[in-house]
């Protein structure tokens, strides 16, 4: 949440239209202070909660029609997290036709980009080159790696690199829009319930 803030202060600094939702608590559960951090990067009248009286995550409720509401009415959704087990969010926002800015770090890389492998020669030795190529959103590099509480190794986004990302989608509608579609495509062929439910039905049956 820190980094995404600081990206969006970056981003911001000369929109004064500019505006960035954020549905989670005022207090998040791992620390953060998020009125504390309005203060401190200029940022009051240009970022809003869904809930600024909440003390815990199960207060922060929006129903799904508001969600819906919340995402259709954005240009671009960001999610600056280090560590995305699956990603709902950015999924749900693909399924609205937005793009997404996210970490290039676990789950995201495979919702936002295309990855082609190609054998180059190096050195005299053969090896695999990867590629991605960033079809339905942008994903930012990792500045550096940290240890988390839980147990696993978060990847912390690059705050440049994510200001830049949001201002190259700012610039671009066109590409904003053709993203948007991808993403949309994407998430309606591999996670509309018509074809998920049967999966779990298998599952259950089992």
């Not at 240890?147 to 610039?171: K, P, R, S, V």
């Amino acid at each position: 949440l820190d980094v995404l803030l600081r990206a969006f202060a970056r981003f911001a600094l000369d929109k004064p239209k500019a505006k960035l939702i954020m549905h989670c608590q005022p207090r998040d559960g791992l620390g953060w202070d998020i009125p504390q951090l309005l203060r401190k990067y200029n940022l009051f009248g240009k970022v809003f909660l869904t809930s600024m009286n909440s003390k815990m995550v199960a207060d922060v409720f929006v129903s799904d029609k508001m969600m819906r509401d919340l995402y259709v009415s954005a240009d671009v959704h960001a999610l600056l997290s280090g560590g995305e087990g699956f990603g709902i969010p950015i999924v749900e926002a693909m399924a609205c036709g937005i793009p997404n800015v996210a970490t290039m770090w676990t789950t995201p890389k495979e919702f936002l980009a295309e990855e082609t492998e190609t054998e180059i020669e190096k050195d005299g030795k053969k090896m695999m080159e990867h590629r991605f190529d960033f079809v339905r959103g942008i994903l930012v590099p990792v500045d550096h790696v940290v240890d988390h509480h839980t147990g696993g190794e978060w990847g912390i986004a690059n705050e440049a690199a994510a200001a830049e990302a949001l201002q190259m989608l700012y610039d671009n509608p066109d590409i904003r829009e053709k993203m948007g579609k991808n993403a949309r495509d994407f998430a309606v062929k591999n996670y509309d319930w018509k074809r998920i439910l049967p999966k779990w039905r298998d599952v259950v049956a089992h």
